[in-house]
């Protein structure tokens, strides 16, 4: 049986679903940075532990995710917190779609994390996008799993098969750890001026023993000019 991606993020998403999720380090640190009563998308935003700090914050909310589970969880769960006036949900695979906002009309682009699965192609394409739809002045935070994991890099290549250079097949899935020099190389194809280019540890020992206790990413941030 072939699945297709959005049954297995949404069987990623019940396998680790845990009723307390807290926001990331990383949102709270990036929302000091947003302007106030923003209008945000954030892509990849799965069970919405950063899009529900976001509402909170007195922010509109665009979360986009493959996974119908994923967002009917976040569905319910600002539901119960009063916020659902601010927030949209749409099913959106990045892979295959472009992103269904108009153009120069969000504040903030938000990714954590979620646009690891896809190769130099795709991942051009889709920080086109997110250029696109960015407002004058608009600002974007997105982070990426880097090859500065060393364990991580060792299991990948002993248990994948390599698709493009810090592209990999595995688990059914791609996954791409792309070094700060691809980067820039997609960046660039993307038109996107002014970059910054940094990396990044966040500190995870709060998640519990089942994580790693560091998670490493490149974190790109730009404003459209």
Request: charged content about 30%; aromatic content about 10%; glycine content about 6%.
């Amino acid at each position: 049986m072939i699945q297709d991606d959005a049954t297995r993020w949404d069987l990623i998403h019940k396998k680790s679903y845990k009723t307390s999720e807290t926001h990331s380090k990383y949102a709270e640190e990036k929302e000091a940075l947003f302007p106030r009563n923003s209008l945000v998308v954030e892509l990849g935003a799965g069970r919405g532990a950063d899009a529900i700090y976001f509402l909170t914050k007195g922010h509109s909310v665009i979360a986009l995710d493959i996974s119908p589970f994923a967002l009917k969880l976040l569905q319910e769960k600002v539901k119960g917190l009063n916020l659902g006036k601010k927030l949209v949900v749409r099913q959106v695979d990045f892979g295959l779609q472009a992103i269904p906002i108009k153009d120069d009309s969000i504040d903030v682009v938000y990714s954590r994390i979620s646009l690891n699965y896809f190769g130099a192609k795709q991942t051009t394409k889709t920080f086109k996008d997110i250029y696109r739809i960015l407002k004058l002045g608009g600002m974007a935070f997105i982070t990426m799993k880097s090859p500065d994991d060393s364990l991580e890099m060792q299991y990948l290549e002993r248990s994948s098969t390599l698709y493009e250079p810090n592209v990999f097949i595995e688990g059914g899935m791609l996954r791409s750890r792309f070094t700060q020099e691809q980067l820039k190389v997609i960046l660039k194809e993307a038109e996107i001026p002014g970059f910054e280019l940094d990396s990044y540890q966040e500190d995870l020992t709060s998640k519990g023993e089942e994580h790693n206790k560091t998670l490493f990413v490149n974190e790109i941030n730009f404003k459209k000019v």
